[in-house]
């Protein structure tokens, strides 16, 4: 079967569309994604303005009717961050319904670190041991870690590439003072988290990081995955520190025509950088391998597990409150 999934996170609504059936592998058929930089569009009470709204629609609606046009068998649309904290969020989510006819599911930050790590799981196997998983999104960062298809521990930080932007960064390029208020804080608030979710855990046999934020610098860290081998792209920390002062000193503008660094991505990269490369240092990793596969993968995973009937496609385990259907 030919299955959609639309997926709006803080900085960009992506269709993808795959060929999927239970007992194999999805096959990806269409991707498409439509830059929205939602973190910009915030007033100071959290509330998406309405020129964030109509980005969040038009991009809905566009990938609806691609959806549509190409004939999917089924449709799932979800929502992350940017939406998932906006103090006008159900609002928002009402009038997207009203005007595209898509209900966008809307997962909490553990749902999404859930989900990701199943697809992580399916990607490198059994044989990958105890994963320690990084997500880096535009409004949240995901951190989960265990020796199963669904993590022991997961948590959801605000410390998204896009928000730690538009909080610390704002000034382009921005000053020395800036880039060491944000590392102070990303250092405490991921210390606290690892002291108090993470003590307990085994050291990692794999660390493995997703999303376009840490899959950009590894591309420009350690260059692409080997085509004839077939090897994952690593992101070594020594790399990222050396890399970190050129970032510095380059306008977002600049960035984007760096290798890997697409331009929706120029303007956040540095404070994705700053925050991974922290987190690293934290969590002791020095070496961590790129998953091609993370959270829609993860949605098309578990709808095929649900066709197979081996567990339920709208889960409420780890839900958040006020979430009407979870993945």
Same mark, same amino acid.
């Given at each position: 079967?030919?299955?959609?999934?639309?997926?709006?996170?803080?900085?960009?609504?992506?269709?993808?569309?795959?060929?999927?059936?239970?007992?194999?592998?999805?096959?990806? $058929?269409?991707?498409?994604?439509?830059?929205?930089?939602?973190?910009?569009?915030?007033?100071?009470?959290?509330?998406?303005?309405?020129?964030?709204?109509?980005?969040?629609?038009?991009?809905?609606?566009?990938?609806?009717?691609?959806?549509?046009?190409?004939?999917?068998?089924?449709?799932?649309?979800?929502?992350?961050?940017?939406?998932?904290?906006?103090?006008?969020?159900?609002?928002?989510?009402?009038?997207?319904?009203?005007?595209?006819?898509?209900?966008?599911?809307?997962?909490?930050?553990?749902?999404?670190?859930?989900?990701?790590?199943?697809?992580?799981?399916?990607?490198?196997?059994? %044989?990958?041991?105890?994963?320690?998983?990084?997500?880096?999104?535009?409004?949240?960062?995901?951190?989960?870690?265990?020796?199963?298809? $669904?993590?022991?521990?997961?948590?959801?930080?605000?410390?998204?590439?896009?928000?730690?932007?538009?909080?610390?960064?704002?000034?382009?390029?921005?000053?020395?003072?800036?880039?060491?208020?944000?590392?102070?804080?990303?250092?405490?608030?991921?210390?606290?988290?690892?002291?108090?979710?993470?003590?307990?855990?085994?050291?990692?046999?794999?660390?493995?990081?997703?999303?376009?934020?840490?899959?950009?610098?590894?591309?420009?860290?350690?260059?692409?995955?080997?085509?004839?081998?077939?090897?994952?792209?690593?992101?070594?920390?020594?790399?990222?520190?050396?890399?970190?002062?050129?970032?510095?000193?380059?306008?977002?503008?600049?960035?984007?025509?760096?290798?890997?660094?697409?331009?929706?991505?120029?303007?956040?990269?540095?404070?994705?950088?700053?925050?991974?490369?922290?987190?690293?240092?934290?969590?002791?990793?020095?070496?961590?391998?790129? %998953?091609?596969?993370?959270?829609?993968?993860?949605?098309?995973?578990? $709808?095929?597990?649900?066709?197979?009937?081996?567990?339920?496609?709208?889960?409420?385990?780890?839900?958040?409150?006020?979430?009407?259907?979870?993945?």
């Amino acid at each position: 079967m030919r299955l959609g999934v639309i997926d709006v996170g803080s900085n960009t609504v992506h269709l993808l569309v795959v060929d999927a059936h239970p007992g194999a592998s999805p096959v990806p $058929y269409r991707s498409q994604r439509s830059t929205l930089r939602l973190m910009r569009y915030l007033d100071a009470d959290g509330a998406i303005i309405d020129e964030g709204v109509q980005r969040i629609v038009a991009a809905v609606k566009e990938s609806a009717e691609t959806a549509r046009d190409i004939g999917v068998d089924d449709l799932i649309s979800t929502a992350t961050s940017a939406i998932r904290e906006a103090s006008n969020g159900e609002e928002v989510l009402a009038r997207i319904a009203r005007e595209t006819g898509v209900e966008l599911h809307v997962l909490s930050g553990e749902d999404e670190a859930r989900i990701t790590m199943l697809a992580v799981r399916r990607w490198l196997g059994w %044989s990958a041991g105890e994963i320690l998983l990084f997500d880096i999104g535009g409004g949240s960062f995901e951190i989960a870690q265990g020796a199963d298809e $669904y993590p022991d521990v997961q948590a959801s930080l605000p410390l998204g590439a896009g928000r730690t932007t538009v909080g610390f960064l704002a000034q382009d390029p921005p000053p020395p003072a800036d880039i060491s208020r944000l590392r102070a804080h990303a250092r405490a608030e991921l210390t606290h988290l690892r002291k108090e979710r993470f003590a307990d855990r085994p050291r990692p046999k794999r660390v493995v990081g997703t999303s376009k934020t840490i899959r950009s610098l590894a591309r420009l860290v350690g260059g692409p995955p080997d085509p004839i081998t077939g090897d994952l792209a690593q992101l070594h920390y020594a790399g990222l520190r050396e890399w970190e002062p050129s970032l510095r000193a380059m306008t977002g503008a600049a960035r984007e025509h760096l290798p890997g660094i697409t331009p929706e991505r120029g303007y956040q990269i540095l404070a994705g950088a700053v925050v991974l490369r922290t987190a690293m240092k934290v969590f002791d990793v020095h070496t961590m391998t790129i %998953s091609p596969w993370a959270l829609r993968e993860g949605i098309v995973l578990r $709808y095929i597990d649900a066709l197979d009937g081996r567990e339920s496609l709208f889960s409420t385990r780890g839900s958040s409150p006020g979430a009407e259907k979870n993945l």
